[in-house]
């Protein structure tokens, strides 16, 4: 049986409310089927328009075997490119970040201009063409401060979630923000691991004794069954909505992105230790009501969000092998918040750096528990991990659907 029809016989075969048997968690072949099917096809958050202040601005990334390059144009605008040289292939860009007036490769010196067509290249003789060796685009679209990046030939729409999203996102500003810091960390477990973790707070009580300070482990908050039959909840949204900050649970019908803004515990503003404000600056300048908790945002594949009154911080998930995954998390505050006068920054980032330890933790362990023979699909609790089943609906029914409609593709191969 190829790779392609036991993913297939699996999923149609696994038990709902369970998890997944233990090859789409550790086998190498699984890993490239879900890069091939919802990585490489999928918009992916890249990172934030304010990491790209001025034009030649870039950062980079990594998506599978793809090496992206993601830059401020000229005329503002941001763009994605393959970051593989059109000579011999070299990776263009290999810092993380930067500011250019041209792109040049290190190998060559093949100069690109910012809108990735081809400016110089040393003697390459007559009949060479110019114009047919520009950097290859990849799509690319911003939304209220946030960059997707998508691979595929012909990317789904973005408009569904821009309209969703842009409502929630807007008024907080994040396009004029500043990174205070930011964080990658390696998990040592499936890309799946990350976010069956990251969709529950039944493990909250017992591993996140900071973030469960402020942050509520009810379902209401992390699910993704609406909660405004919960009067609380009902309440902050009526409060939030009437100071013109859209609050109210909202998921597409497509089960990928939520967007939803909930109470913290206790009144908190911010995940700090003592739920006071973390950043005496505001976020946004737009933003002047009080108490609005924490707005969520979750879009699979690659990210989950919290923004708060004084700060926001973004996580952005990318698989590097069927056993690790890259974590990074960004610390975004008002752009001319000043570190030591607005801000500590130990006090700004301990808890999320803390609580992003402690899943680090957890995941390992699921991911090293599962690898054993002895390891079965479990059930999930249908109280507390409704956000799990729902990740893991949409993951199995998004490759489901993919594997029959793609049977007669051929596969890349990831080397
Ligand atoms: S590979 Fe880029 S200039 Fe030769
Ligand atoms: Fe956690």
Not at 97 to 107: N, T
Not at 315 to 336: G, Q, Y
Not at 359 to 388: F, M
Request: proline share 6%; with cysteine.
């Amino acid at each position: 049986m190829n790779v392609r029809s036991e993913m297939l016989n699996l999923i149609r075969h696994r038990k709902d409310g369970y998890s997944l048997p233990q090859p789409f968690y550790v086998d190498q072949a699984f890993f490239d089927v879900d890069l091939d099917l919802i990585w490489y096809r999928d918009w992916l958050f890249a990172g934030h328009d304010c990491e790209l202040l001025k034009p030649g601005s870039y950062f980079t990334l990594q998506v599978g075997a793809y090496p992206i390059v993601v830059l401020r144009d000229r005329d503002g605008t941001i763009r994605a490119f393959h970051n593989s040289c059109r000579h011999r292939g070299s990776r263009v860009c290999s810092a993380d970040r930067g500011v250019v007036a041209k792109l040049v490769c290190p190998y060559h010196q093949w100069t690109y201009n910012l809108d990735g067509s081809l400016a110089f290249a040393r003697q390459m003789g007559e009949g060479f063409d110019p114009t047919q060796h520009s950097l290859k685009p990849v799509a690319c679209e911003s939304v209220a401060g946030y960059i997707f990046v998508c691979l595929a030939d012909e990317p789904p729409a973005f408009a569904p979630f821009d309209d969703l999203m842009r409502p929630y996102f807007a008024p907080h500003n994040l396009t004029d923000a500043k990174i205070a810091f930011q964080s990658t960390i390696i998990e040592k477990g499936n890309w799946k691991l990350v976010w069956e973790n990251n969709r529950e707070c039944y493990h909250c009580a017992g591993s996140h004794p900071e973030l469960c300070k402020t942050y509520s482990e009810s379902p209401n908050v992390t699910g993704v069954a609406g909660g405004g039959e919960d009067p609380e909840m009902a309440e902050h949204w009526a409060r939030c909505e009437a100071a013109g900050l859209p609050a109210q649970f909202r998921m597409h019908d497509s089960g990928q992105f939520r967007a939803i803004r909930a109470p913290l515990l206790r009144d908190a503003e911010s995940y700090t230790m003592n739920g006071r404000r973390a950043v005496a600056r505001g976020l946004s300048d737009a933003v002047d009501a009080q108490r609005i908790g924490a707005l969520m945002l979750f879009n699979y594949p690659t990210t989950w969000n919290h923004v708060l009154i004084d700060h926001a911080v973004t996580f952005r998930v990318m698989p590097i092998s069927p056993n690790e995954t890259a974590v990074t998390t960004k610390w975004l505050v008002h752009k001319d918040a000043v570190e030591g006068v607005d801000y500590d920054l130990d006090t700004l980032t301990h808890v999320w750096t803390q609580t992003n330890d402690q899943d680090r933790r957890i995941v390992e362990e699921n991911a090293l528990g599962i690898r054993s023979p002895a390891y079965e699909p479990g059930p999930y609790s249908q109280l507390h991990e409704g956000g799990v089943i729902q990740f893991v609906d949409w993951y199995t029914r998004t490759i489901e659907s993919r594997l029959d409609g793609a049977g007669r593709e051929p596969i890349r191969r990831v080397a």
